[in-house]
């Protein structure tokens, strides 16, 4: 059990909770029926994401074996065999399309193709598409994209501009930074971690970083000075929360220049207490602007 837990990865299903953006960013967080909606959501996510996770193990398996440290996931590591693999597969993917059956025929439709189309995109990522540099990370960065869809379409929620770009913007500067672990390893040993990998170097990736650090910033102060947003908020305070949002991103370069640990941003979140008292103190500060003044 301890394997198969290890190898769908329920540490990752943070990622997924980009589908209760909508409604957070939306100001109806707390309404029932649109919460219900994201819920079922995240967990149709997070298992299609599970199914994901487990082709990624099979496709990867003979890299995965010469590698430090994924030669100890469950496939790699012989705890789990490949029709196992694949068993796991299909059942994380029918548990996902059997979750959005919970969802109102209305909304149905639309999330169940965003879903579809998530999963066959990164099918393709994990077949052959990672091993192109930028389009790997662009890939990622559309993944959050769609479950920021998926959740707008569940909950009837309106997104706007802003806060698309801003999401696509900030997994990619999350996704730089996690690239530039493995150019680092690279330097370190000689040997790529990935096939991509020699596309990259420190350089290009420190710029990358900040670039899409700095773009996503204006991204952030744009939704809050627009004029929709001051009008469906009735208060133009929302701009003080970009505070938090530079803090945020600075402290995330210092960890991944700094302290040189950028390889894995779920636990970056889960372990950074400095992080961690940021998101707080970013959520915090929002929600009072938005449902209290």
Known sequence: ?????????????????????PMFFGGTLF???????GII???????IASSVYCFNDIIDVEADRRHPVKCNRPIAAGAISMPMAYGLMFLMFALSMATLLLLSSETYLKVTAILLAYFVL????CAKLKDYAII???IIAFGFVLRLLAGGFATGITLSKWIVLMTFLLTLFLS???RRDDVLRMNETGEAPRKNTIRYNLTFINEAITITAGVTLVCYIMYTVSPEVVQNFHTDYLYLTSIFVLVGLLRYI?????????????????RDTFTQLIVLAWGLAFLIIIYFM
Not at 31 to 36: A, F, M, S, T
Not at 41 to 47: P, Q
Not at 122 to 125: K, L, Q, S, T, V
Not at 262 to 269: A, C, H, N, Q
């Open 1 to 21: 059990m301890k394997s198969i837990i290890k190898l769908i990865r329920p540490k990752q299903w943070i990622k997924n909770t980009f589908v209760l953006m």
């Open 31 to 37: 309404k029932g029926n649109n919460l219900i909606e």
């Open 41 to 47: 959501v995240f967990f149709a996510y997070s298992f």
């Open 122 to 125: 990164n099918m393709a990522y």
């Open 136 to 138: 790997d990370v662009c």
């Open 176 to 178: 730089f930074a996690k």
């Open 254 to 270: 210092q960890i991944a220049v700094v302290d040189k640990k950028s390889g894995d941003p779920t636990k970056v979140i889960l």
